[in-house]
């Protein structure tokens, strides 16, 4: 749940406080190597890099411009990758402790830079990470670029990069090992560079955040584009997916911003009292519900502070909702609907409040162990677990447990009330753990998976990698040693989207449909708004819901998982014959959500909470809709709007935003009240995507607000109302099909009847009769399949059809 940058910062602070800043070269040199900063040498060196924004990394008479900021010595050494001398660190307190090289106002944000270095060292493991470092002075929000050296060689280190805000913003450039990894070993540096290699390109033209498609037409991530939310989890409640997630807008509304909008300042969490809901049946089509109140004054708990990383589950028509408040524990509300109303069961959290104050006494929470992060299970047998914790590096001296083993989450059993304990919790040992737990089961196997933290030292089969959705198989749900580790699900998003998309991870996996999903959280929306400002990379930590395949491999482990903009396939058609919400959203441009206190005609069983409406409506702003089926075809098209402004329309489009139009739909002249409104639909026939496009009348202002709407309905064409029955007999031992068309209208059709075995032509078939038609197989068996009847009259046209089963006469 919390960045990395969080908790730089406290051991950053901790440092500043302990060590001072200032440490130089003048402090004593170890023991055989030169302490002044200039010494000469008529040793050869490599010609100096031309345009090096860093003092120079030859280091052939000295190291001006390389200070010991945070601790230990520098000096010069005459074991050096080229030239007479290296840089050599040594006496080094803390893993930040390496050379430095003020940086300030050198990188230009959207330039392209190469990083260059060589390094070696001669004590501690085999191999070891170093990362070469850009930070803030205040050391929050730093940009680290790791590679692993052998011990005892010099290896060379290559980056090239993008400059993002964080790199314009840095203080500092240093090395250093892992922030910690109790690395603490000395080393030296050589041939250090950092040069432009290309300029920023011109910023693009922008008018308007609200103008920026953050989810491209035709991608199914983020699940929506406008809104943010965090820490995914899945409830399947009446066949339905919904998906609850933490309120990140809720955080942008209250953070600083720019003149654009774009955030200036980080995420945070502090202010989020509230929980996103969204649901959907076909996996790309969501509806938006809102938020759910649940922190501070008006929330479902009105004692908590802050509402983070939902988990959620059915049980008995009952929804049980966990959240965190803030790092210190965990609480339930329990709802009648995936919407509520919701009731507070407890008035108190479960962790830790409810937890046995001897189990708590003895240690069972150790120092700096989070109590956050819940994921809620029931296994086949009807037995709920609660999971929750996290932290890197919990404990106090002599038992501190650090990054490749914190131990810090807990499992516990719950009662049949789902908001008691039975029993105290116990301890996980996930390698590498810092956060984020999930659990779910397939194929009789429990998957625990996890955040891993980012002092992790990799070790295949052992360890994760850093930030990434590390995961455990087991037999028992509560036993989770670091034996049961499997391997990494995911790596961190930043490998798969770019700048501005690492931070922490966050996950959830669930099976729905036959089908195995895994979603998570990514910066790609505000990585859409910096992109379109020029500012790529500064996404200040704001997160959208996304969700890829989860597949497996023969023996049950999970295939890794690709983060991607494409998303997953919809599992089936859209039905637009019915009344659906407005704020159904494949994809829109400009439109944004409102709550409403009309309750919801197409669900009506969330109690009348949970409804929106369409709101924030301009001129050529859009929403669509993925996979329309139309069938037959569409006969009108109705919707529940309140102008804002007389004379707008709305066009129906398919397959694109800039589609044929087959309806346009006048908004009328009653501002400011609910009505409804229809137009005739020409053209939408078969399955399309479908899109709403709002024109504003001539002469209103571009930004001028158009109208509001509740929700939309189709109506069926049934101007050539004929059914179609099919049906097989035996006849002298062969099959024969026989099919039926009736026509049901008030007017002649012409029909023409095609199978496989044949076709026929009916002209003129009355209303209110049948015709029917035999069609000899030929065959004493024959598989299934279809009558297609083509139905014609007047100049229009529509197809149906008939299925028959298999039929044998042997």
Known sequence: MLRHAVATLGVGALTLGVLGLGT??????????????????????????????????????????????????????????????????AGRANTQSGPFANVTGKLEVGASYRMTGKLKYTEGNATQQFNFTFCPTNFNGCADYGHTFTKGEWGTFSRDFTAEAKHAAAGWFFVETPWGSNALQNFQVDELSLVKTADAPPAPEFTGLEKVQTKPVGDHNPLVGHKFGADPHHLIYNGRLYLYSTDDTQQYELNSKDANGLPTQSNGYGGITRLNVMSTSDMVNWVDHGSIPIAREGGAAPWSRNSWAPAAIEKDGKVYLYFCDSGTGTAVVVGGSPLGPWTDPLGKKIIPDTVSPEYIAGGGFPAG????????????????????????????????????????????????????????????????????????????????????????????????????????????????????????????????????????????????????????????????????????????????????????NADGTIKPIVGTRAGVAQVESFDPYRTFEAETLAWQLGVSTAKTTTPSVEFPAHNGGGNMVLSGV????????????????????????????????????????????VAEIPLGDGVGNWTTVEADVSGAEGEHDLFFVFAAPDGADANTDLVEVDHWSFTRDEGLPVTVEAATRCAAGKVALTARVTNGGDAPVDVVIKTAFGSKTVSALQPGTSTSAAFATRSAAITAGTVDVDVSAGGTSRSASASYAAASCG
């Open 24 to 89: 130089t070269a003048a402090q004593a040199a170890p023991a055989g190597l030169a302490s002044t900063a200039a010494v000469t040498t008529a040793t050869a060196e490599p010609p100096a890099v031309p345009g090096n924004l860093l003092p120079d990394g030859r280091f052939a008479t000295g190291f001006d411009g390389w200070t010991a900021v945070r601790g230990g010595t520098l000096a010069l050494s005459d074991d050096a990758a080229s030239g007479a001398h290296a840089l050599a660190v």
């Open 369 to 552: 162990m989070w109590l956050f992060d819940p994921e809620v299970f029931i296994d086949d047998d009807g037995q709920g677990y609660l999971y929750f914790g996290g932290n890197s590096q919990i404990g106090t001296a002599p038992n501190v447990q650090g990054p490749q083993n914190p131990k810090s989450t807990r499992v516990a059993k719950l009662k049949d009330d789902m908001v008691t304990l039975d029993g105290n919790p116990v301890e996980i040992d996930a390698p590498g753990i810092f956060e984020a737990s999930s659990i779910f089961k397939h194929d009789g196997k429990y998957y625990y998976s996890y955040s891993s933290n980012f002092q992790v030292n990799e070790v295949p089969g052992q360890y994760p990698s850093r930030g990434a959705i590390a995961y455990m198989m087991t037999d028992d749900p509560m036993d989770l040693t670091a034996s049961k580790y499997a391997g990494v699900a995911f790596q961190n998003q930043g490998t798969f989207f770019g700048a501005g998309n690492g931070g922490n991870n966050h996950s959830d996996m669930f099976t729905y449909k036959g089908e195995t999903y895994f979603t998570y959280h990514a910066q790609t929306r505000g990585a859409a708004w910096a992109a379109a400002l020029g500012t790529p990379g500064a996404t200040q930590g704001y997160r959208s819901v996304h969700i890829d395949k989860l597949e497996f």
């Open 618 to 661: 301009d001129d050529g702003d859009f929403t669509g809709i993925a996979g329309v089926d139309f069938g037959a075809g569409a006969k009108k098209v109705s919707a529940l709007v309140k102008p804002l402004v007389a004379g707008g329309t709305i066009q129906v489009r398919l397959d694109d935003v800039d589609g044929a139009v």
